[in-house]
């Protein structure tokens, strides 16, 4: 799966996602673009968008995106409060729908 790492999230996480082809906004150069331009950017490349943004289902009208989102919650954004959520990132990049968040955290 080709995952995308939203710049809110620590990019150092990205190196913790094995088995996928993971990149961040920074890399691709959309470290500015607001979020639902980023997310049309992201459908055409990558089938994952990672984030923090707990907003941004709300913000977003997700099904009309051919992406799928897995929001990250933990304590901060902090990569010492990411890393244990690395496991069961990892496992929901295999099933996350397109359209749909999925939660991963507490």
């Known amino acids: 799966m080709k995952v995308l790492v939203d710049e809110c999230v ?3 996480l990205s190196r913790e996602i094995v088995g996928h082809e993971v990149r961040t906004a920074r890399q691709m150069g959309w470290s500015t673009i607001s979020n639902g ?5 992201a459908e055409k490349e990558f089938d994952v968008f ?3 943004d707990r907003n941004l289902s709300f913000q977003q009208n997700l099904p009309a995106f051919a992406i ?3 929001v ?3 304590k901060t954004n902090r990569l010492s409060d990411l890393q244990p959520l690395v496991p069961e990132l990892v496992a929901s990049i295999a099933t996350a729908k397109l359209g749909v ?3 991963v955290g507490v």
């Not at 331009?37 to 950017?41: C, D, P, R, V």
């Open 10 to 12: 620590d990019w150092r």
């Open 37 to 41: 331009e980023l997310l049309a950017l």
């Open 50 to 52: 990672v984030t923090v």
């Open 68 to 70: 799928a989102v897995i």
């Open 72 to 74: 990250l919650r933990a």
């Open 101 to 103: 968040v999925t939660y």
